[in-house]
């Protein structure tokens, strides 16, 4: 079992909600990639999504797009990513790292590599534990999740508000480690949470498989990750931990980034709390 279907396994048990928070790798630096990657650890983070800087981040909206633009020009790219997941692991062998990005960096990599399965185990060997590409939909990217599988990375897709019933079937076969559902029409960062409208799809994505669902976009503070999390496996926040990697002064990111996750963290915890409680008649 990969470190990610371990630590759902481990939530499961415990009746705990999952906290997937969103990282842009070469924001503001590299070097505080990794110090900010260890403090999301610290700060209950269940698995740490890290962002291949990309040029055209199409489902990113401006937050992230900045973030991918500072990473750029400090010229961090898929290499300099694996450098940061390879310094994690140094001091972090538990906490489960997924790649999200876009299939030019990493199709770039594999004929580099010389194919698939070189450019899988190039990205298992570096820590990293399952990957997210944003514009790889299943039936164009069988190969390619099948190279993840003989390298023991979990392959993970998106689903969103508008997928069909034979797009949810298609993603819940090819997708491990988790699904990633996007709550709303739209660019991250952008409109506003409807929870009643995705309480209504999740069961409608579960009938099709058992692999946890987390949801993201438009989960911005305690209060909209635990009306989420009653709901879904797992909660993904992103574009507010960017905002405040790029409103904290220089040096201060790591404790901006701790003071934005950490209350998240203590929230879904006494939600979770909550729910276990038996209820008195």
Known sequence: ?????????????????????????????????????????????????????????????????????????????????????????????????????????????????????????????????????????????????????????DGIYLLAPTSSDARIEAVARAASGYLYYVSLKGITGSATLDVAAVAERLPLIRRHGSVPIGVGFGIRDAASACAVAAVADAVVIGSRIIEAIEAAPAGEAVAAVDDVVRPIRAALDQASARRRRPQVA
């Not at 973030?67 to 300099?80: D, F, H, P, S």
């Not at 899988?120 to 990293?128: I, S």
């Not at 590409?133 to 390619?144: G, I, L, T």
């Open 1 to 153: 079992m990969s470190r990610i279907g371990i630590r759902f396994a481990r939530l499961a048990v415990e009746g705990r909600s999952g906290l997937i928070p969103y990282i842009a790798a070469g924001d503001p630096s590299a070097a505080v990639t990794v110090d900010l990657m260890h403090a999301l650890a610290r700060a209950g983070a269940d698995v740490i999504e890290l962002g291949v800087p990309f040029s055209d981040p199409s489902a990113d909206g401006p937050v992230i797009q900045r973030a991918t633009e500072r990473a750029i020009r400090n010229g961090v790219g898929l290499v300099a990513t694996l450098d940061c997941v390879r310094a994690f692991r140094h001091d972090d062998d538990v906490t489960p790292v997924v790649l999200m990005g876009y299939a030019n960096p990493f199709e770039l990599m594999a004929a580099g590599e010389g194919g698939l399965d070189p450019l899988a185990m190039r990205l298992q060997a570096a820590g990293v534990d399952g990957v997210l590409v944003v514009d790889y939909p299943p039936e164009e990217s069988a190969d390619f999740a099948a190279a993840l599988r003989r390298a023991g990375l």
